[in-house]
C-alpha cells in the first residue's frame, strides 16, 4: 500500500524559513508525478510546486522564487523549502503523488505564519 508522510510544519514568523518532507513507502521513482498542494482555510485546495518528470517541477506563481522542490530518490523523499515566508502561505500542505492512474495524498501538516 502506497502511504506518503509529511512532516515539517511548523509555526514561522513572516520572511522566515521552513522545509517540509514527504517520505513515500516506496521507491518515488515509480511515481509519475510528485509534489505538493495546500489548502488554507475557507479555499480551495491549491498547487504549491509539482515535478512532471525526474527533474522538471512547476510551480504556482505565488510561490515562485520563493519555494523550491527538491527530492531525494535514494530516501523515496521529496521536500519543499520555504522561503520569505508570507501570513498568506499559511495552509494545511499535502504531499502528492500519482502511481499508475492513481492518486495519493498525504494526511497533510500545517503551517502557520505569524508573528
Known amino acids: 500500500q502506497v502511504q506518503l508522510v509529511e512532516s515539517g510544519g511548523g509555526l514561522v514568523q513572516p520572511g522566515g524559513s521552513l522545509t517540509l518532507s514527504c517520505a513515500a513507502s516506496?521507491?518515488?521513482?515509480?511515481?509519475?508525478?510528485m509534489g505538493w498542494y495546500r489548502q488554507a482555510p475557507g479555499k480551495q485546495r491549491e498547487l504549491v510546486a509539482i515535478?512532471?518528470?525526474?527533474?522538471?517541477?512547476n510551480y504556482a506563481d505565488s510561490v515562485k522564487g520563493r519555494f523550491t522542490v527538491s527530492r531525494a530518490n535514494a530516501k523515496n523523499t521529496v521536500y519543499l523549502q520555504m522561503s520569505s515566508l508570507k501570513p498568506e502561505d499559511a495552509a494545511v500542505y499535502y504531499c502528492?503523488?500519482?502511481?499508475?492512474?492513481?492518486?495519493?495524498w498525504g494526511q497533510g501538516t500545517q503551517v502557520t505564519v505569524s508573528s
Open positions: 515535478f512532471t518528470s525526474s527533474t522538471s517541477a
Open positions: 516506496g521507491s518515488i521513482y515509480n511515481f509519475n508525478v
Open positions: 502528492y503523488g500519482a502511481l499508475r492512474g492513481i492518486s495519493y
